[in-house]
């Protein structure tokens, strides 16, 4: 099938490039005209894994290709995607400005019959405001419908995601846009849910509040077993043996970050209270969210004494591991607050460094682990990359100053760490 996907940013680039792994012959558009030239260049904007070889691959033969040119995006199509940036107003509703300048955009390119399908993460009704704009700004009577994919792609897996979904959802709301997602996804041999718009929609808001919820559940009960002694990873483990509540997102840490779960619950909050519907448990997530920062940040000082002077080393800053992506990053809040407190920083991340130089100020980045880690009064872990997990614990512990490690992703076993000589503080163990 032809298909356009307007806005080639991570949502956009991943589902452009693994539709034309499928066959299909894919065009990404996005107003950057430098980002364009990059990606014509196979310049990536982004670290995602598997992403800058099924470009390259996709781009030799011809079936993925990249312009500026919102009307070569839409007569080329058939069906046109929807990936662009949805953030946040300061009051946390989702600004919808890039999705309403692409409506008019497509209206005054229109010609014949196009589905329109949002794939952005947008607020329950974007669906028939988007009808109604695309109506509103065409010059003559034309054919086109609007429907919902909401995509579930993770950072740092979003290739293998695509291709390995759990579900697909499919908001539509004419049998021609039912049967052209239908083709678009017949490769995929897993429960298709097709439904009407707002129920697609409020399926993607929703599906983010609750694993943002389940996290922030974790955290509580972290805080609870830190208090008792007992080993949060044995409770997680324990819950979610039983398939109702489920094994992943049990994870407890310094809280979520990242792109879109902070921005998707603000953003659920926001529409309902327009609904007037309480929303005391989705407030109570974020809550729990900031609390893990405070109260790792409490765990360095009550550790160190006094923070002042102290040389912190840093291992991680993104998010999560496998990404460069440094929105909303824990480490940007705990670092900025520890500098602040007069602790010296040095920071080590694979891939985050460039990224997160733009966020935290004042501290130095070290070209490894172990350089990051010289002299250190105490190891700071706050995003649990694999190199750390494979650290060479007696040259970490010849390395450092003080053998303390504060780990806010629980990356270490506590009795190893015992063994080898460290002083070793986690989350709720
Ligand atoms: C999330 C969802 O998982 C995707 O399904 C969705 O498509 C995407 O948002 C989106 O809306 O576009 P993402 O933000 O890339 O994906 O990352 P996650 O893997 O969900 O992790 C989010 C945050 O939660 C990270 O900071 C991670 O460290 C944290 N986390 C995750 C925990 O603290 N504990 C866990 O058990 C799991």
Same mark, same amino acid.
């Given at each position: 099938? /032809?298909?356009?996907?307007? *806005?080639?940013?991570?949502?956009?680039?991943?589902?452009g490039?693994?539709?034309a792994?499928?066959?299909?012959?894919?065009?990404?558009?996005?107003?950057? @005209?430098?980002?364009?030239?990059?990606?014509?260049?196979?310049?990536?904007?982004?670290?995602?894994?598997?992403?800058?070889?099924?470009?390259?691959?996709?781009?030799?033969?011809?079936?993925?290709?990249?312009?500026?040119?919102?009307? $070569?995006?839409i007569? %080329?199509? $058939?069906?046109i995607f #929807?990936?662009?940036?949805?953030?946040?107003?300061?009051?946390?509703?989702?600004?919808?400005?890039?999705?309403?300048?692409?409506?008019?955009?497509?209206?005054?390119?229109?010609?014949?019959?196009?589905?329109?399908?949002?794939?952005?993460?947008?607020?329950?009704?974007?669906?028939?405001?988007?009808?109604?704009?695309?109506?509103?700004n065409?010059?003559?009577?034309?054919? &086109?419908? @609007?429907?919902?994919?909401?995509?579930?792609?993770?950072?740092?897996?979003?290739?293998?995601? &695509?291709?390995?979904?759990d579900?697909?959802?499919?908001?539509?709301?004419?049998?021609?846009?039912?049967?052209?997602?239908? $083709? @678009?996804?017949?490769?995929?041999?897993?429960?298709?849910?097709?439904?009407?718009?707002?129920?697609?929609?409020?399926?993607?808001?929703?599906?983010?509040?609750?694993? +943002?919820? /389940?996290?922030?559940?974790?955290?509580?009960?972290?805080?609870?077993?830190?208090?008792?002694?007992?080993?949060?990873?044995?409770?997680?483990?324990?819950?979610?043996?039983?398939?109702?509540?489920?094994r992943?997102?049990?994870?407890?840490?310094?809280? &979520?970050?990242?792109?879109?779960?902070?921005?998707?619950?603000?953003?659920?909050?926001?529409?309902?209270?327009?609904?007037? @519907?309480?929303?005391?448990l #989705?407030?109570?997530?974020?809550?729990?969210?900031? %609390?893990?920062?405070?109260?790792f940040?409490?765990?360095?000082?009550?550790?160190?004494?006094?923070?002042?002077?102290?040389?912190?080393? +840093?291992?991680?800053?993104?998010?999560?591991?496998?990404?460069?992506?440094?929105?909303?990053?824990p480490?940007?809040?705990?670092l900025?607050?520890?500098r602040?407190?007069? +602790?010296?920083?040095?920071?080590?991340?694979?891939?985050?460094?460039p990224e997160?130089?733009?966020?935290?100020?004042?501290?130095?980045?070290?070209?490894?682990?172990?350089?990051?880690?010289?002299?250190?009064?105490?190891?700071?872990?706050?995003?649990?990359?694999?190199?750390?997990?494979?650290?060479?614990? /007696?040259?970490? /512990?010849?390395?450092?100053?003080?053998?303390?490690?504060?780990?806010?992703?629980?990356?270490?076993?506590?009795?190893?760490?015992?063994?080898? *000589?460290?002083?070793?503080?986690?989350?709720?163990?």
């Amino acid at each position: 099938m /032809k298909i356009a996907i307007i *806005g080639s940013g991570h949502v956009g680039l991943v589902t452009g490039a693994c539709f034309a792994d499928l066959g299909n012959d894919v065009i990404c558009m996005d107003q950057d @005209v430098h980002k364009i030239r990059r990606l014509m260049h196979g310049e990536i904007p982004f670290f995602e894994p598997g992403l800058e070889e099924l470009i390259k691959k996709n781009t030799s033969n011809k079936r993925l290709r990249f312009t500026s040119d919102m009307a $070569e995006a839409i007569h %080329f199509s $058939e069906i046109i995607f #929807l990936c662009v940036g949805t953030p946040p107003k300061e009051n946390g509703e989702a600004d919808l400005s890039a999705l309403e300048h692409v409506a008019q955009a497509i209206a005054s390119c229109l010609t014949d019959y196009r589905l329109i399908v949002e794939k952005s993460t947008v607020p329950v009704e974007t669906g028939f405001y988007l009808h109604k704009m695309i109506k509103q700004n065409l010059n003559k009577k034309i054919r &086109f419908d @609007v429907a919902s994919n909401p995509e579930f792609l993770r950072e740092g897996s979003a290739v293998h995601d &695509f291709f390995n979904p759990d579900r697909i959802i499919l908001g539509v709301e004419s049998a021609r846009a039912k049967k052209l997602l239908l $083709e @678009v996804y017949k490769p995929f041999q897993v429960p298709i849910s097709i439904t009407d718009i707002c129920s697609a929609e409020i399926t993607k808001h929703a599906s983010n509040s609750f694993l +943002a919820m /389940k996290i922030s559940f974790i955290n509580l009960v972290s805080q609870v077993c830190s208090k008792v002694g007992a080993d949060i990873e044995k409770v997680a483990e324990g819950m979610g043996s039983d398939h109702r509540i489920g094994r992943s997102f049990l994870k407890a840490g310094i809280g &979520f970050g990242g792109s879109c779960f902070p921005k998707d619950i603000a953003a659920f909050i926001r529409i309902s209270e327009k609904l007037n @519907v309480s929303c005391s448990l #989705l407030e109570e997530i974020f809550k729990i969210n900031e %609390f893990q920062k405070i109260d790792f940040i409490n765990l360095v000082r009550s550790k160190l004494r006094k923070v002042k002077g102290k040389n912190i080393a +840093a291992l991680g800053l993104a998010f999560k591991p496998d990404t460069d992506d440094m929105r909303s990053a824990p480490a940007i809040d705990i670092l900025t607050q520890l500098r602040a407190e007069g +602790a010296k920083i040095k920071a080590y991340d694979p891939w985050a460094m460039p990224e997160a130089k733009k966020h935290i100020k004042g501290i130095k980045f070290s070209k490894t682990a172990y350089d990051a880690c010289q002299d250190a009064d105490v190891v700071l872990i706050l995003t649990e990359w694999r190199e750390f997990r494979d650290m060479d614990l /007696k040259r970490l /512990k010849r390395t450092v100053k003080l053998p303390l490690i504060i780990d806010g992703r629980n990356v270490y076993d506590p009795l190893e760490m015992k063994k080898s *000589g460290f002083k070793y503080f986690s989350i709720g163990r």
